[in-house]
């Protein structure tokens, strides 16, 4: 039952005539209405808007049109994504309220491609976090286990998919935050290329990290995503110009022959769990098992990822955070004496503890005296870990490694330890901080039942590479359990009792 | 702050060191990162998008034209036009929608360079980068004053409006040449179409560093930022009073402290704003949302080839058309005024006028008196000038046919409704000479008095008085006697 809820059979089915657009919506919104409550990932549910979209979709099939190929796929989008009209605050107190004038490229890309708009997802507060658990509006809940975390920040998107609220969704990664959360929740999770997708209308956290990418049930899913949102955009100078090939267009093609390497540095790790070492090792024998050359590599500047990281990431915040000053939008404090003062209020009241931390930490790296020792210094980590990329995929087509140290924790678990908590993106971040892409495949489960992800790692651009290798890896995969909210998603075509389910 | 008495600078003993940071707003049709208009003057807040705006999500992309603009500036101002990139300047301002400013920190697009004056010195340029404006808060309640104010409202149609600052060296060595070098850049900046000059309307902006240190001395005294200067006027009178107060201030036994200090037009003075403790810090980065500006070599050589002389070359070229000094004040006049082409329609008509072969500089200066001044006076009245006729008047006073009083008084008819100045002069009862009449007199007396002239031709100049006296007597008085020595001179 499930492939019928994929984003390619829904199109396919809805395209067809087989089904209509709107009693998808309508099975993905009945499990909205029972699960929502217990999962949080939404910020807000546009039911009434996605009705309409569905059955202007149902229209242009009734009438013999095409309304493209992403026709009635239910979509949830990260609340950091600007959509005309719909409330878009990042999960921040300092932006509740404000209704983007504007939608985002990627917003109008899914929407021209006739995708429908389930809701805006929770986030941590402006994507600063790994576990959800940094939002101004409260947690999100791991479908599969409501007292766990789904990863973060894209954590509401993660849990939509992985709970049957959307067939799809949107998030944005800066460090991990697409990978870690699907690795958590047990979709798939996609990082493209920096540059591949535009980032116009993507509230911006750290710019030259920040990439949009999408989140599906399968690899081939993700893929199809992927590619609508892709392409050249004029309204982002950091998008690529040229139109490059499709990310699904090499699926289909086994791994026989591919050189894959397994990140020596990413295997003995501090903090990573012995379930997930287990499952990498798995991951690498089946691929071995279906004809790929798995060997050890090499990539010893990945080690230097996270702190630098962690002065990049907090430098491009403390800059891009600055316009919520309380001047022209978003929440501004009462009662100031003067300019200063309101300012001083308005973001001390609208920013949390993570955020102000990260801006504090931003604005002292680029600090007179100190820009060098640490922005300048991390930069050069920078090139680096590009460097060593590089010499690793003279030999290796795609390397491998896992998603996340661990399967989801407890709600609560590491909230008061930013420290331990960033370790989560130790494996996520060089990718942002090559622009390389990287994809994280559902991989069994650990000792606790938890999904497990393991990331394929890809050069600069070899999206439908590294789509070959995830699709392989997702069909070698051991069995892992749906949600139970998502196995609730009622068989296409039964007519519903909509009065009962909403 | 008390009142800090107005002090004569001292004559001797000092010397006066001033650089100037100029703010230019380039004539693009849109904004520096947004496709919104680029217009002065229009109802607050109607010319702003998500992007000017600074709103969430919104991303700059690069005008292509400021671009060109700023490329010209650098070629106008013989700089290094180079790969550059933009970084972001850091701070809290209302008028800033995204508290930071988008600019070129290390790596600005046009690098070193220098300008000349009239008078012929050369001043340094440091640099000419591209960045944004911002937008404008005016204070409501209170009589406008920022403390007394009860609400501020800000208009963001300047936001992001293109800009060129224009770093010069620290060479200018007084108030004068201060104003002098912003007089001859806004030329510049006129000249290469990427502004149009108005400091009134605040699209040419000044901020000036000053500091004194003893005559002789190689190192710099410690420098204060003016700001607020918005004509040339207020910025010599800031520079004045400024290095008054620091000269007072050292032989008072005090110490000139680094600080930015706001001029007050109505108070005559300067005031403090911030000292250097105070001062910003920027944090500058590498704006990632931009990448590296790399204009391509041809471009750039289009960009150079296209631009039109420059105001140090017009000089250059009516001085030597004319033999005037290039940094005379009719040359610089005419200059200014961009009215070249009515001495260059002179040199033009020369060579098929009978009277006069070519364009003599004797002819072309002529003209460019005439320009100066006449022309120059009645500039609304210059659009009825025909170039031809301005010429046609030219050679009619340096032929001798009209004196100088009368080609002033027919040029002045002209500049009001336009005429043929044949056609004037003999409307104004102007005795018209044949064409060459004043040549044949001056030939017919070196006829009859061959003795004189053979003495006159081998440098006895004294006699030169006798020969006008002679034409003076034969026209009876109507004979431009400049005209007539000219000619005495050419037979010689
Ligand atoms: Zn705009």
């Known amino acids: ?502 | 702050m008390s009142t800090e008495p107005v002090v004569p600078a001292p004559s001797s003993g000092w010397e006066t060191v001033i650089g100037l940071e100029v703010h230019c707003e380039l004539r693009t049709q849109t904004k520096l990162f947004c496709g919104c208009r680029n217009s002065f003057g229009e109802e607050p807040n109607t010319n702003v998008c998500p992007v000017c705006l600074g709103l969430p999500g919104s991303l700059p992309v690069l005008n292509r034209a400021a671009v060109e603009y700023a490329i010209r500036i650098g070629a106008a101002l013989h700089s290094t036009v180079q790969a550059s990139m933009f970084h972001r300047k850091n701070y809290f301002y209302p008028d800033m929608p995204k508290d930071y400013q988008i600019s070129q920190y290390d790596v600005p697009i046009n690098a070193g360079g220098w300008l000349t004056l009239p008078g012929g010195r050369r001043i340094g340029i440091v640099r000419a980068h591209l960045e944004e404006d911002t937008g404008k808060t005016t204070h409501v309640g209170g009589g406008g004053r920022i403390h007394e104010a009860t609400r501020s409202l800000v208009d963001y149609n300047r936001a992001g409006v293109p800009l060129v600052e224009i770093v010069s060296a620290p060479d200018m060595r007084s108030a004068d040449e201060a104003r002098a070098y912003v007089d001859e850049l806004r030329a510049i900046l006129v000249a290469t179409g990427a502004s149009d000059g108005k400091m009134e309307e605040g699209s040419l902006r000044v901020d000036a560093n000053v500091s004194v240190r003893p005559a002789g001395s190689e190192e710099f005294g410690t420098r204060c930022e003016i700001k607020n200067m918005n004509s040339l006027r207020s910025l010599g009178r800031a520079v004045d009073y400024e290095v008054s107060r620091q000269i007072q201030l050292i032989e008072s036994g005090g110490v000139v402290s680094q600080e930015t200090r706001h001029w007050d037009e109505g108070a005559g003075r300067t005031a403090s704003m911030r000292s250097k403790e105070e001062a910003y810090d920027y944090r500058y980065f590498p704006e990632p949302d931009l990448v590296p500006v790399d204009p391509p070599e041809e471009w750039v050589a289009s960009i150079k080839a296209s631009l039109p002389p420059m105001p140090s070359e017009r000089r250059e070229r009516i001085a030597e058309m004319s033999g005037l000094p290039a940094g005379s004040e009719a040359v610089v006049t005419v200059v200014r005024l961009g009215l070249d082409d009515l001495v260059e329609a002179v040199g033009a008509q020369g060579a098929d006028t009978k009277s006069v072969g070519g364009a003599s500089p004797a002819v072309a200066a002529i003209a460019v008196k005439r320009a100066a001044n006449e022309v120059a006076s009645d500039l609304a009245g210059a659009a009825n000038l025909e170039r031809s006729s301005f010429a046609k008047l030219v050679r009619m006073e340096s032929s001798g046919q009209l004196t100088s009083a009368q080609a002033r008084t027919v040029l002045k008819s002209m500049l009001e409704a336009g005429g043929d100045p044949e056609v004037i002069a003999e409307g104004l009862g102007f005795e018209a000479m044949e064409s060459g009449g004043l040549e044949a007199i001056v030939d017919d007396v070196i006829a009859a008095h061959p003795e004189e002239w053979a003495r006159y031709s081998e440098g006895e100049d004294k006699l030169a008085g006798f020969f006008i006296g002679h034409v003076k007597q034969a026209t009876q008085g109507k004979a431009d006697l400049k005209s007539a020595s000219a000619l005495l001179r050419s037979r010689r």
């Open chain 1, 1 to 502: 039952m499930t492939a019928a809820f994929g984003v390619v059979s829904i199109s396919a089915s809805v395209r067809s005539g087989e089904v209509r657009a709107l009693d998808v919506l309508d099975a993905h919104l009945e499990v909205v209405a029972s699960h929502e409550a217990g999962v949080h990932a939404f910020n807000e549910v546009t039911a009434e808007q996605a009705r309409v979209a569905a059955s202007m979709i149902d229209g242009i099939v009734a009438g013999g049109g095409d309304p493209g190929p992403l026709a009635g796929v239910p979509i949830a989008l990260k609340d950091n994504l600007c959509t005309a009209g719909t409330p878009t605050t990042c999960s921040s107190k300092i932006l509740q309220g404000w209704h983007p004038p504007y939608d985002a490229t990627v917003v109008q890309r899914l929407a021209a491609a006739g995708a429908v708009f389930v809701g805006k997802t929770n986030l941590d507060e402006f994507a600063m976090g790994s576990s959800t658990e940094n939002s101004a509006f409260g947690p999100t809940r791991n479908p599969h286990d409501q007292t766990r975390v789904p990863g973060g920040s894209s954590g509401g998107s993660a849990a939509a998919v992985a709970a049957g609220f959307a067939a799809g969704a949107l998030g944005s990664d800066t460090g991990g935050s697409i990978r870690q959360p699907a690795a958590l929740c047990g979709v798939v999770g996609a990082k493209p290329t920096y540059g591949l997708v535009s980032r116009y209308g993507l509230i911006a956290f750290a710019s030259s990290l920040d990439q949009v990418g999408p989140f599906a049930m399968s690899v081939a899913d993700a893929a199809a995503l992927l590619d609508v949102i892709s392409g050249p955009d004029p309204m982002d100078s950091t998008c690529l110009g040229e139109a490059t090939a499709r990310s699904a267009s090499r699926l289909g093609s086994g791994v026989e022959g591919l050189r894959i390497g397994l990140i020596t540095e990413m295997q003995g790790a501090e903090g990573m769990a012995d379930d997930v070492k287990a499952r990498l090792a798995l991951a690498a024998d089946a691929l071995s098992g279906a004809g790929a050359k798995v060997d050890q590599v090499s990539v010893p500047a990945v080690t230097f990822g996270l702190s630098a990281y962690y002065l990049i990431a907090p430098a491009e915040a403390s800059s891009n955070l600055a316009r919520y000053d309380g001047v022209r939008y978003g929440l501004r404090a009462p009662g100031s004496a003067d300019i200063t003062d309101m300012y001083l209020r308005s973001r001390s009241a609208g920013f949390g503890d993570e955020v102000k931390r990260r801006i504090m930490l931003g604005t002292y790296a680029l600090s007179a005296g100190y820009y060098d020792a640490y922005y300048g210094q991390a930069q050069k980590v920078r090139t680096l870990i590009v460097k060593d990329f590089a010499a690793a995929y003279e030999n290796f087509d795609v390397l491998l490694s896992p998603t996340a140290p661990s399967t989801a924790f407890e709600i609560g678990a590491k909230s008061a330890d930013p420290l331990t908590m960033y370790l989560n993106d130790v494996f996520t971040i060089p990718s942002n901080l090559a622009g390389h892409p990287a994809v994280s495949v559902p991989f069994g489960v650990g000792d606790d039942g938890m999904p497990i992800g393991v990331q394929v790692l890809a050069p600069a651009l070899a999206e439908p590479l590294m789509f070959q290798v995830a699709e392989v890896l997702e069909s070698l995969a051991p069995p892992a359990p749906l949600s139970a909210s998502r196995r609730s998603l009622r068989a296409l075509g039964a007519p519903a009792d909509r009065g009962a389910a909403l």
